[in-house]
């Protein structure tokens, strides 16, 4: 008989990731249909505005409350419905239409079978997460997945580890490519998660940006006293040229630089229109913040003009704003 001091950590954390090699083995052959059967359907109830459930009991129910929340944060709608609170009115958050996901290694959890019958009634589909196949939840599901481990991670083989991080790690997978069915870009993902330090890397460019009476904007007529006033009233060390809200090109301190080295007396005459970069490097207000910084560097830059497809003036980006997102 095992005991306690018969398995070291380091063991057990390889049983664990054994049964995940056996499980990505499962994902390549015999349950590959199955898994792309169970995120196209994930993806249409998505598409069709509907939800999914995830159920689960006991460790089976906290590791189907973490699908669910990485559900919801790749894009995809769902909620964790506990099946012991189900038969006293929570199942009436279960509309038709929506997708039931169950985990049950066991397959047999009494809580769940209870509302066999209520969840095919009402769901569109159930797909059930297992260790037995064969069991009485599997035989009533729309589709299985096989998280089956060889051994607990438990020196008595009993304790929940290995199966749940199987479950875990499967719930991960059904995720991400339910996320990359929908065509789910960095930018959505950015818009769901606000708060924090991950939501200040993921900040767009629009929610950064000087705009509106911020920008530095001279006409093309402009002369270059007033055009030397404007840069230096918004600080910015540049200045749009724009018309009709059009943006035409830019002017910077290093173009004043060059215009003073190269026409001296003369480079106070000069329009904007004359002086002007027609080319400046632009981005889209829906860019990330993180793709401008990684232009400017590129191109050794302190200051990006945000536009829209058709030329539209929306705003600049400065270096500085980025200080605060702990991306430089």
């Not at 994930?42 to 699908?67: E, F, H």
């Not at 038709?96 to 009634?121: F, H, M, N, W």
């Not at 215009?259 to 001296?264: A, C, D, F, M, T």
Request: charged share 20%.
């Amino acid at each position: 008989m095992e005991t306690a001091n018969s398995i070291t950590p380091s063991d057990l954390v390889r049983i664990e990731a054994a049964a995940l090699e056996s499980l990505a083995a499962r994902l390549d052959g015999s349950m590959h249909d199955a898994f792309h059967d169970a995120a196209q359907r994930l993806a249409a109830c998505a598409n069709n505005r509907q939800r999914v459930v995830v159920t689960g009991m006991g460790k089976s129910g906290l590791i189907a409350q973490k699908i669910a929340a990485t559900l919801n944060s790749t894009g995809t709608p769902a909620q964790f419905l506990h099946p012991a609170e189900a038969i006293h009115g929570d199942l009436g958050m279960l509309t038709r239409g929506d997708l039931v996901l169950a985990l049950s290694y066991s397959g047999q959890t009494e809580e769940i079978l209870r509302l066999l019958e209520l969840l095919k009634r009402l769901g569109d589909a159930l797909i059930t997460m297992t260790g037995e196949p064969q069991s009485t939840l599997a035989q009533a599901s729309d589709v299985v997945l096989d998280c089956s481990v060889s051994r607990e991670a438990c020196t008595l083989n009993l304790a929940p580890t290995a199966s749940t991080t199987v479950m875990l790690a499967l719930g991960d997978a059904l995720a991400i490519e339910v996320a990359r069915q929908r065509g789910f870009r960095s930018e959505d993902f950015a818009q769901l998660h606000p708060g924090g330090k991950l939501g200040k890397r993921l900040r767009l460019v629009s929610q950064l940006m000087h705009a509106g009476d911020t920008i530095p904007v001279v006409a093309p007529s402009t002369p270059m006293p007033e055009v030397i006033h404007e840069m230096s009233r918004k600080r910015l060390g540049i200045t749009t040229v724009a018309e009709d809200g059009r943006l035409l090109g830019i002017i910077s301190d290093g173009d004043l630089r060059r215009l003073l080295e190269r026409e001296q007396a003369q480079a106070l005459s000069r329009t904007a229109a004359e002086v002007m970069n027609t080319t400046p490097q632009t981005i889209a207000p829906d860019a990330l913040a993180s793709s401008a910084l990684a232009v400017m560097e590129e191109r050794k830059i302190t200051s990006l003009v945000v536009v829209t497809k058709d030329s539209h003036l929306q705003g600049v980006l400065h270096l500085h704003d980025l200080w605060g997102l702990e991306l430089v």
